[in-house]
């Protein structure tokens, strides 16, 4: 029930493409949702987050989806750049609990130039 | 660049040995966290400290320990090293950390622990 389910492990989307990564959690205690970002060599990097009061969350070329009722949310890049190759986390946590926080384990996006 | 720095970049040491990773925070924030990065675990939060305190602990194990010291940087202690502890140890910070509201964490570069 603490899982947190991401996929798919990699992905490989040509220039100027949309990208979407999937994730999945069980537990209905967790009201938080943030993805992160983490380039080779470096600590992840909060990218955007949404909480279940809305459906979508828009910032740039970063969309979060997110579906309380099948307890699934999803990050969609649009026209997808070579600098958005990165690894992808996304995560649940209750609200204010980051002792609390669930990641995923991961998604390697390579975008084609 | 995170503001949030970690000592040493890589580490590689033998199994039943100690060894002890640095973090220094962004200036001005109080919290510090800890967390484990591994191929088969994924990313798991261990401890957290707040103004030298310690505020909340996950998936740490004993023979590891932390602190955070008066000038708000902390250590991770991992002592009797298995091959298993091989992985990347991340510290995080944040203005804050209590459970009331969301804190956003920002993550140093990391320790590479390897075990040999």
Redesign the interface.
């Given at each position: 029930q603490q899982q947190v389910k991401q996929s798919p492990q990699s992905l490989i989307v040509q220039k100027g493409g949309i990208s979407i990564i999937n994730c999945a959690y069980e537990n209905t205690a967790f009201d938080?949702f943030p993805w992160y970002q983490q380039f080779p060599?470096?600590?992840?990097?909060?990218l955007i987050?949404i909480r279940p009061d809305v459906s979508e969350k828009k910032e740039g070329r970063f969309t979060i989806s997110f579906n309380k009722s099948a307890k699934q949310f999803s990050l969609h890049i649009m026209d997808s750049q070579p600098g958005d190759s990165a690894t992808y986390?996304c995560a649940a946590s209750p609200?204010?609990?980051?002792?609390?926080?669930i990641?995923?384990?991961?998604t390697r996006l390579h975008i084609l130039p | 660049d995170s503001g949030v720095t970690q000592t040493p970049k890589h580490l590689i040491t033998a199994t039943g040995q100690r060894v002890t990773l640095r973090c220094s925070p962004r200036s001005g924030d109080l919290s510090v966290y800890w967390y484990q990065q591994s191929l088969d675990q994924g990313l798991q939060f261990l401890i957290q400290y707040y103004n030298g305190e310690e505020r909340a602990k996950g998936n740490i194990l004993e023979r590891f320990s932390a602190q955070q010291f008066p000038d708000l940087h902390s250590e991770l202690n991992l002592s009797s090293l298995e091959l298993g502890d091989s992985a990347l140890y991340f510290c995080a910070s944040s203005v804050e950390g209590d459970f009331s509201s969301y804190n956003e964490q920002f993550f140093g570069p990391g320790t590479r622990l390897t075990v040999l």
């Open positions: 938080y060599g470096k600590g992840p990097a909060l987050a986390f609200w204010g609990r980051d002792d609390k926080i990641f995923g384990k991961g | -």
